[in-house]
């Protein structure tokens, strides 16, 4: 079962920690958005394989964007 | 009361291996960090003559009297690395913090006797004037180890006179024997002139046989009025007289028990003036714990070492602070007030040793698209806004009503700023907090876990509120400063930018000058800085907040003036609805 990874706020993406096909664990940060002069890290919902990356170092994204899908 | 405090909700989560594996990094960089502090309490701790070089002469150290002093494993240190005279001697010279004497709580603090046989140095009645005012807001008695050789002459134009000089503790001694907090002074050595005056002042003198205490000691005693200078004839007078007054100083225990009776007991052996005070501090005032504990003392219920992994050492980072409080507190409980309003800011009731604490923390990261409710802008946690300002307000004159000790966490930007937060009446709201704050008359304590900034670090319990901040501490991650340096550079220097611009000018001079602002910002907001200049009270490990919360709960419950009943407190009510 695949589940989608989102964005909780708004912001650009200035780190991508994961690959696909790369496995996770719970928690593992793989994600990071810059908004408002801070760092929020996007964890891994769950133990699991990143499905597919749908963003690019760099991309500003709006709040509920999907950023990826873990499997 | 016992259905609200015996088994209050639970929080915090596990963490998880995924977050372990993404932590190492930031637990290594604790780690390192609060080494470099480590060093500079070991610098302070080896200052002057070796302990070996002391113990030769038969007197401890006064490392080594705290340390025989205190119930084993309660000595909280404070004010270890505090220097902001910036002395060559990387001391103030004194040594305090709180500990436990015989099962009680008490402020102790005593003189440096390896450097300068304890002088007075530039910086060091600002320390004991921290002190005095800890004694006199957590209403513990106050323990002095005197062995004081007076002031260091050669740099007296900065500490003896002055408003806060060196003369102010003895009125502030004065002043905690009236409010009935009593000031016990075991005394070593020599102690002339301002000797003489910390040795007197106390209330109740145990003295060691071979200490003396004086108005003047024998180098005043010696000398002669002022004759426009000295000559070698002069000098052989003075040699004579020295040698006699050596032999015999003034105030020795023969005169001031013997013939004055100011030494109320004298002891053969160090130590023996050290188990004089233990053996009185048995009957110093305190509540039996059982009086104001709402709850049997409970474990946390996660592990002190989670606490390296749930706060991020890179100050951009957001975490959740509610799951580091939940590592502090007893068994993971709490009562939160107001979950929801306000949710920048955590208010709740908590639990340190059985007793009832009030919680105030920063939260950080994204507060959600519709707050702060007054903006067309998003709210992000670390700054204030309108419903965590008018939250707090609430929380902090509850507490002043139950009589709860509150305990500040800041990790703070500051207030939210421009003309739509002014009409939200931010800059009256933030007042008002310190208003409310003014009129509990409660002892409070603050944790700076990150950033203290702009006015948010006066109004979230700082220091600055030192009728009711016993004392704060930071971690190795502390950084206070107005605003961040960059910002400051920014506010410095924007208009000459657009001037040098205009006038078509090289514009590197100006940046370069506002680069090197921002690193000067950088450097004197740094962990050492902030605790050697006093805007905190220690840096410690993050492994021992709880230690200082237990500290300054266990204290704060002594004795206190004022008493709420449980069952007429109407906070907890409040927050069951």
């Known amino acids: ?71 | 009361m016992r259905p609200y405090f015996e088994q209050m909700n639970t929080f915090g989560t596990e963490i998880k291996k995924g977050a372990i594996k993404r932590t190492e990094e930031n637990v290594e960089a604790f780690l390192d960090a609060e080494s470099q502090i480590d060093a500079e309490v070991a610098r302070v701790k080896n200052a002057g003559f070796s302990t070996e070089k002391i113990n030769a002469r038969g007197e401890m150290t006064v490392w080594q009297r705290i340390d025989y002093l205190v119930d084993e494993g309660s000595w909280t240190p404070l004010h270890t690395i505090y220097n902001p005279a910036n002395n060559e001697e990387g001391t103030t010279n004194v040594i305090d913090g709180l500990g436990k004497i015989s099962g009680k709580w008490a402020v102790i603090i005593g003189f440096d006797n390896k450097v300068m046989a304890g002088a007075w140095l530039p910086g060091q009645s600002d320390n004991i004037l921290r002190v005095t005012d800890l004694a006199k807001r957590l209403n513990v008695p106050l323990i002095w180890l005197v062995n004081c050789s007076g002031a260091k002459l050669p740099e007296q134009e900065k500490f003896y006179a002055n408003r806060r000089g060196a003369g102010t503790p003895f009125f502030r001694h004065a002043e905690l024997e009236q409010m009935g907090i009593p000031v016990l002074a075991g005394i070593y050595g020599t102690n002339p002139a301002g000797g003489g005056y910390q040795s007197i002042s106390p209330t109740v003198l145990f003295a060691h046989k071979n200490c003396n205490i004086a108005v003047g000691g024998a180098g005043i005693v010696s000398g002669m009025a002022p004759q426009g200078g000295f000559t070698t004839e002069m000098a052989e007078v003075l040699i004579e007289k020295a040698k006699e007054n050596r032999a015999k100083p003034p105030g020795s225990v023969k005169t001031h028990y013997d013939e004055t009776g100011f030494f109320r007991y004298v002891f053969e052996e160090e130590k023996g003036v050290l188990d004089g005070l233990k053996d009185y501090m048995k009957d110093m005032p305190a509540y039996n714990p059982k009086f104001f504990r709402v709850a049997e003392p409970k474990e946390p219920a996660f592990a002190q070492e989670d606490i390296l992994r749930l706060l991020p050492i890179e100050q951009k980072k957001v975490y959740e602070f509610d799951e580091i409080l939940a590592r502090v507190v007893d068994g993971a409980e709490h009562l939160e007030f107001r979950a929801g309003y306000g949710p920048e800011i955590y208010t709740g009731l908590c639990k340190v040793d059985g007793f009832l604490v009030a919680c105030i923390g920063n939260r950080q990261g994204y507060l959600g698209k519709d707050y702060p409710e007054y903006a067309d802008y998003p709210g992000i946690g670390g700054k204030l806004y309108r419903q965590g300002l008018i939250k707090m307000n609430e929380f902090v004159t509850l507490c002043g009503r139950d009589r709860v000790p509150i305990i500040w966490f800041q990790d703070t930007s500051g207030i939210d700023v421009g003309d739509i937060a002014e009409k939200a009446e931010l800059l009256g709201l933030g007042q008002s907090l310190i208003y409310s704050i003014q009129q509990t008359d409660i002892p409070m304590m603050l944790v700076v876990l990150r950033k203290g900034s702009a006015a948010a670090h006066y109004v979230l319990g700082g220091p600055q509120a030192n009728r009711h901040n016993a004392f704060t501490i930071g971690t190795a991650a502390t950084e206070i400063y107005v605003m961040h340096g960059e910002t400051a550079a920014v506010a410095t220097y924007a208009r000459r930018l657009v001037k040098e611009k205009e006038s078509g000018n090289d514009l590197q001079p100006i940046v370069d000058k506002m680069n090197e602002l921002a690193k000067s910002y950088y450097d004197k907001s740094r962990p050492i800085f902030c605790a050697k200049n006093g805007l905190v009270d220690e840096i410690v490990k993050l492994t021992d907040i709880r230690k200082y919360m237990q500290a300054f709960v266990g204290s704060a419950y002594q004795n206190p003036k004022s008493i709420c009943p449980q069952h007429q407190m109407i906070l907890p009510r409040i927050i069951k609805g």
Do not use: H, R
């Open chain 1, 1 to 71: 079962m695949s589940e989608d990874i989102v964005a909780p706020l708004a912001g650009k993406i200035i780190a991508i920690n994961i690959e696909a096909g790369q496995k996770v664990e719970e928690d593992e940060e793989i994600f990071i958005i810059e908004a408002m002069k801070m760092e929020t890290s996007i964890y891994a919902p769950c133990d699991g394989t990143i499905k597919a990356i749908k963003v690019k170092k760099g991309d500003s994204v709006e709040e509920d964007a999907i950023l990826g899908t873990i499997e």
